[in-house]
């Protein structure tokens, strides 16, 4: 009796909170089924919702007219790897070494400063289980690491150890390899790697292991490593030869470099001291210094730190950059209301509300509190329309998605700027002095697992 009982019980008689079948007649009801319903449907089940959404008045209001623009020549091609954010720092380093040393064109190898920023972070991780090897599985230092043991993301602070620790090569010295232009493979199989590792170096700890015998097993991990990224990406250069030429194209020079006499002669900045990183996050208190824990690229090398501040300080210090011709690190929030025929961010340019018969009224804040947004891509700012009383109109950023609209370029609206940019990264000759004072703060340590941690891609 007991089971038929069970038996009769109506299949949406669900407990509180539950969706009851009183409920899902009622949530069935608020679908009206009419014409525009069953059209919409129809165009939904063929086509992208983007596609359905595009506003067709929007296509109309952008141009490609800037009041001021950085000179910039050629476009780079991350290809299929979240590897924007040092695409963005060598674009933004040989625009300056193009200027200063009349060169008609360089690129610089993305593959080269890869190769290394993979082996660092491999040591990061590593020691990383060396330092909490003490800590539970379960702790969520621990956690944390191992759910993200290697990523090929980064940010700027990562980018400046790298260029300073290693130099850099021009791109005919260790050209792309398909594993760097596709680097998802590659990342896991290092990634499966090192997380066995890491259980091995807990264990080595937990048998009593001493700090001496856990470095040489570390150092054998990373030899590891090494082998997987030569096989897959090359052997980075110690020294090259490497031929200048002016912009008429005659020899200047013919000269033996190693990367770090390379940058040293035609860089010679010092990007871990000479930039400030600006960052605008609504959700915590501005005109502070923030400081994200295990948020590096190197084990010995710095934490991203930022100041964060109101965008209408962000984006003056950017006017001062874009006026004095110089390009500048830049990540936002690409995935939103991007119009990738028309090369264009846009807040208008979908209307989705319409589309959806619902309202999407999120602050930044709120989207930021609620993971809905975030820094996903780096590019390089480049340009910036201003009106007759030098407000902005517009931005242009110079991508890494290869040729396309805009000669590789996207235009952004000042007003999607607000809403979807999230760090800068300026000289500090552009930086007001109160700005710089912040500095001197001791900053506010943030976990590695806040929600602003998210790389560039």
Same mark, same amino acid.
């Given at each position: 009796?007991?089971?038929?009982?069970?038996?009769?019980?109506?299949?949406?008689?669900?407990?509180?909170?539950?969706?009851?079948?009183?409920? $899902?007649?009622?949530?069935?009801?608020?679908?009206?089924?009419?014409?525009?319903?069953?059209?919409?449907?129809?165009?939904?089940?063929?086509?992208?919702?983007?596609?359905?959404?595009?506003?067709?008045?929007?296509?109309?209001?952008?141009?490609?007219?800037?009041?001021?623009?950085? =000179?910039?020549?050629?476009?780079?091609?991350?290809?299929?790897?979240?590897?924007?954010?040092?695409? #963005?720092?060598?674009?933004?380093?040989?625009?300056?070494?193009?200027?200063?040393?009349?060169?008609?064109?360089?690129?610089?190898?993305?593959?080269?400063?890869?190769?290394? %920023?993979?082996?660092?972070?491999?040591?990061?991780?590593?020691?990383?289980?060396?330092?909490?090897?003490?800590?539970?599985?379960?702790?969520?230092?621990?956690?944390?690491?191992?759910?993200?043991?290697?990523? %090929?993301?980064?940010?700027? #602070?990562?980018?400046?150890?790298?260029?300073?620790?290693?130099?850099?090569?021009?791109?005919?010295?260790?050209?792309?390899?398909?594993?760097?232009?596709?680097?998802?493979?590659?990342?896991?199989?290092?990634? $499966?790697?090192?997380?066995?590792?890491?259980?091995?170096?807990?264990?080595?700890?937990?048998?009593?292991?001493?700090?001496?015998?856990?470095?040489?097993?570390?150092?054998?991990?990373?030899?590891?490593?090494?082998?997987?990224?030569?096989? #897959? $990406?090359?052997?980075?250069?110690?020294?090259?030869?490497?031929?200048?030429?002016?912009?008429?194209?005659?020899?200047?020079?013919?000269?033996?470099?190693?990367?770090?006499?390379?940058?040293?002669?035609?860089?010679?900045?010092?990007?871990?001291?000479?930039?400030?990183?600006?960052?605008? /996050?609504?959700?915590?208190?501005?005109?502070?210094?923030?400081?994200?824990?295990?948020?590096?690229?190197?084990? /010995?090398?710095?934490?991203?730190?930022?100041?964060?501040?109101?965008? /209408?300080?962000?984006?003056?210090?950017?006017?001062?950059?874009?006026?004095?011709?110089?390009?500048?690190?830049?990540?936002? %929030?690409?995935?939103?209301?991007?119009?990738?025929?028309?090369?264009?961010?846009?807040?208008?340019?979908?209307?989705?509300?319409?589309?959806?018969?619902?309202?999407? #009224?999120?602050?930044?804040?709120?989207?930021?509190?609620?993971?809905?947004?975030?820094?996903?891509?780096?590019?390089?700012?480049?340009?910036?329309?201003?009106?007759?009383?030098?407000?902005?109109?517009?931005?242009?950023?110079?991508?890494?998605?290869?040729?396309?609209?805009?000669?590789?370029?996207?235009?952004?609206?000042?007003?999607?700027?607000?809403?979807?940019?999230?760090? $800068?990264?300026?000289?500090?000759?552009?930086? =007001?002095?109160?700005?710089?004072?912040?500095?001197?703060?001791?900053?506010?340590?943030?976990?590695?697992?806040?929600?602003?941690?998210?790389?560039?891609?």
């Amino acid at each position: 009796m007991g089971a038929l009982a069970i038996a009769l019980v109506p299949a949406f008689a669900a407990p509180k909170g539950g969706i009851s079948a009183d409920m $899902l007649d009622r949530l069935s009801a608020t679908y009206q089924n009419t014409t525009a319903d069953r059209a919409l449907r129809n165009a939904a089940a063929t086509v992208s919702l983007d596609k359905l959404a595009l506003n067709a008045a929007a296509r109309n209001t952008a141009d490609n007219n800037f009041s001021h623009r950085v =000179p910039s020549k050629g476009i780079t091609n991350q290809e299929r790897s979240g590897r924007c954010w040092l695409f #963005t720092g060598l674009n933004v380093l040989r625009a300056q070494m193009m200027k200063e040393h009349d060169l008609p064109k360089l690129e610089l190898s993305q593959c080269y400063n890869f190769f290394y %920023d993979q082996l660092e972070k491999s040591n990061l991780f590593l020691q990383g289980m060396i330092d909490y090897a003490d800590r539970p599985m379960d702790d969520k230092m621990v956690d944390w690491l191992f759910r993200h043991p290697l990523n %090929d993301g980064g940010q700027y #602070t990562g980018l400046a150890d790298n260029l300073s620790k290693y130099g850099v090569v021009p791109s005919e010295v260790m050209a792309e390899t398909f594993s760097s232009n596709n680097t998802d493979r590659l990342r896991s199989l290092i990634s $499966l790697r090192l997380r066995e590792d890491g259980l091995r170096l807990r264990r080595m700890k937990a048998d009593g292991a001493s700090d001496k015998q856990l470095a040489v097993a570390k150092e054998e991990m990373l030899g590891e490593v090494y082998r997987m990224l030569a096989r #897959t $990406l090359g052997v980075p250069p110690s020294e090259f030869t490497w031929t200048r030429r002016d912009s008429d194209g005659k020899v200047v020079s013919t000269k033996k470099y190693t990367p770090q006499s390379f940058y040293k002669e035609f860089a010679g900045n010092d990007l871990k001291h000479n930039y400030v990183m600006l960052m605008n /996050d609504p959700t915590r208190e501005y005109h502070k210094l923030y400081e994200i824990d295990f948020d590096r690229h190197t084990y /010995d090398g710095d934490n991203w730190t930022y100041i964060n501040l109101p965008m /209408d300080e962000i984006k003056a210090m950017a006017v001062k950059s874009i006026k004095d011709s110089t390009a500048m690190y830049f990540s936002c %929030d690409v995935g939103k209301f991007l119009d990738r025929d028309r090369g264009v961010l846009d807040m208008d340019a979908f209307d989705y509300e319409s589309l959806m018969g619902t309202p999407f #009224t999120m602050d930044k804040a709120d989207r930021i509190r609620t993971y809905a947004s975030g820094s996903s891509h780096a590019m390089t700012l480049v340009a910036v329309d201003l009106d007759q009383e030098g407000k902005p109109l517009k931005w242009m950023v110079e991508n890494s998605w290869g040729p396309g609209a805009n000669d590789g370029h996207l235009i952004i609206t000042d007003p999607w700027m607000d809403e979807y940019m999230f760090r $800068l990264v300026v000289e500090k000759k552009y930086v =007001p002095a109160e700005t710089l004072k912040i500095l001197k703060q001791k900053p506010v340590m943030l976990p590695a697992w806040d929600p602003m941690f998210a790389p560039d891609m």
